[in-house]
């Protein structure tokens, strides 16, 4: 029963992020001019005093928007670029936006503007001669969705994870009370959540206030791909080199920790340990997927997608904890995680690489 709960709660959170309404953002919509622009970018600067100068503020339904200290200034501007064919790393700024049209670059502005405004205005007012807006060539697909539930499953299957909840499990199943290594098993899970849920939101409002770079989304994309091939690499030739997992160093102490964990209320607090010491080999995957959110999703979607996100995350160790409650051996367990740890790990590189390419493309 606890396991279909869970299940709809997962169900719940894919509607309201497939079926909330998401504002569409179109430069038809009235018939106005957006320049693009940011502060302390010299090229901006020329076209706003040529603006200025040409009294083309008042002659014109020109919107000023400045992009780099205003998250959803930035967000309009990829989607508009982006909408009509433009790469995200060939978008930049001065640039303005009226109809299909974009002119990017003080040049292309001072030599093109009042020629394609008056084209654009007089379109708007003569509707026999309006054409409706082209489809973009190379249209943005809507992935983001796709990528979070196959980052999640990176992180869920991740043998970090599966490696200390069973050590947990084993140790509060020794004091011969299976009732409280499946609430301590609950608490563990619900911990490691509410502590990935809560560096999520705050990594991201960081992105969001630091301003957001097209170059730091292209090296968000890189990381995906090293991430992929590091992980492929621990399927061909494991332990050698780095490995995608918990330093061996650390696991003497990290097991003394969990080992200190006899109650729920215990386990619920190594959670919070526990979570920082796996930062090194879970947070690849989480940080791709942040990345990916700041650059193309508001406050409130993106807390639905963290949501999802660290609920898939957790799930598996919820399922071990009810399947040990149940009478499963986790000794077992650790058999079965220590025979699969390879394709584990190449599960992990085929979807982190098709990850890093998906951004780098830009088709999210």
Known sequence: MKINKFILIILNVLFFILFIPVP?????????????????????????????????????????????????????FSRLLSERGIPLNQQGVPA????????????????????????????????VENQPEREPLFPKLNLTLAAVIGASIVDAINPCAFAVLII????????????????????????????????????????????FSVLFFKIVGWLALILGLLNLKDYFWYGKGFLMEVPLSWRP??????????????????????????????????????????????IGKAVLYLLLYNLIFVSPMLLISYAVYKGFDPNKAEEIRQKRLRTLHLIAGILMLAMGIVIIRGWV
Do not use: W
Request: with cysteine; hydrophobic share 45%; proline share 5%.
């Open 96 to 127: 303005v936006v009226m109809g299909d049209k974009v002119l990017m670059g003080d040049q292309p502005i001072i030599e093109s503007f009042v020629s394609e405004a008056d084209r654009y205005l007089a379109q708007l007012n003569n509707p």
């Open 253 to 298: 102490k990290l097991k003394s920790l969990i080992k200190s964990a006899t109650t729920p209320l215990g386990a619920f607090g190594v959670g919070f340990l526990v979570s920082l010491i796996l930062l090194p080999c879970t947070s690849g995957p989480y940080i791709v997927i942040l990345g990916m959110l700041a650059s193309n999703t508001l």
């Open 24 to 76: 569409k953002l179109s430069a038809q919509e009235a018939p106005k001019i957006y320049f693009f622009y940011g502060t302390g970018c010299p090229h901006c600067s020329v076209i706003e005093n040529y603006f200025a100068k040409e009294d083309f503020f008042n002659k014109y339904p020109i919107e000023k928007k400045e992009i780099f200290s205003n998250r959803e200034n930035d967000l309009l």
């Open 168 to 211: 947990l499990m084993t140790t509060i199943l020794a004091t011969g009370d299976g009732k409280k290594a499946l609430y301590a098993g609950f608490a563990f899970a619900f911990s490691i959540f509410l502590s990935y849920f809560l560096m999520g939101i705050g990594l991201y409002q960081a992105l969001g206030l630091g301003g």
